[in-house]
């Protein structure tokens, strides 16, 4: 789990804008040290945000662009990927959206909105339309989607803590296989002592009633012998 948040913050990040002054948090002074903690160069900082705030901010938060004002950003899911898609849709005269796809796979369509298709890079990625006028026609937009660290870090955390299929989830399955597997083999033991009681008990029964043989034939023979 330490690594993979610690492959968060020291990764490039995916989804800035072309050319960006900076595209990870080292080269604005922060890095991840061996006990996982967070190391920060406050000077380095303060250079980078002098230098270009705007491309510091890209580095933390979600952003978005479009080349064509009739595509929108709505929201996204977890599983949404940061990057560059190509969006195609295609529209009748009243406006109605009539085909979508983003990166060349089919769109959900939902009213004004396309939705990525389950499986991609673009899955729960959710967009507007805003129709020109003039008729029907086809709309082709390129839009990048940035999440930054922050959101980066929150979609780990959420498959880490998923209930049913998170990194948590198994490692305490493990944990209780093993402990479970630890009580069996208890059981087992204490099972194994209780047999090796009840026989030790039974020899030393017999034990006793071959001693009290032995006691009676002696005091008979001495009896005789007299």
């Known amino acids: 789990i ?15 804008p072309d050319d960006p002054t900076f595209s990870s948090l080292a080269e604005i002074g922060i890095t991840s040290g061996a006990g996982g903690m967070l190391s920060i160069d406050s000077t380095e900082l303060q250079d980078a945000l002098t230098d270009d705030f705007n491309s510091v901010v890209d ?26 898609y190509t969006v195609e849709i295609t529209y009748d005269v009243n406006g109605n959206i009539t085909a979508a796809t983003i990166n060349g796979h089919d769109a959900t ?16 990625l959710r967009l507007g339309f805003d129709a020109p006028s003039g008729g029907s026609g086809t709309a ?10 922050f959101a980066a870090l929150g979609s780990r ?19 209780n296989t093993r402990i479970d597997n630890l009580n069996d083999r208890i059981d087992a033991m204490e099972e194994r002592l209780v047999q090796r009681e009840d026989m030790y008990r039974r020899q030393f029964a017999n034990l006793e009633v071959a001693l009290s043989q032995m006691q009676n034939q002696s005091q008979y023979l001495s009896s005789i012998l007299g």
């Open 2 to 16: 330490r690594s993979t948040l610690q492959a968060v913050i020291s990764s490039l990040v995916t989804g800035l």
């Open 59 to 84: 580095l933390f938060t979600e952003s978005f662009s479009s080349s064509e004002t009739s595509v929108f950003y709505n929201s996204r899911s977890t599983a949404t990927q940061a990057g560059t």
């Open 109 to 124: 369509i939902e009213d004004v909105f396309i939705v990525g298709a389950e499986g991609t890079a673009e899955e729960g």
């Open 140 to 149: 082709i937009a390129t839009v990048r989607l940035g999440l930054g660290v």
């Open 157 to 175: 955390l959420t498959d880490i803590t998923d209930p049913y299929e998170g990194q948590v989830h198994y490692a305490t399955e493990s944990l």
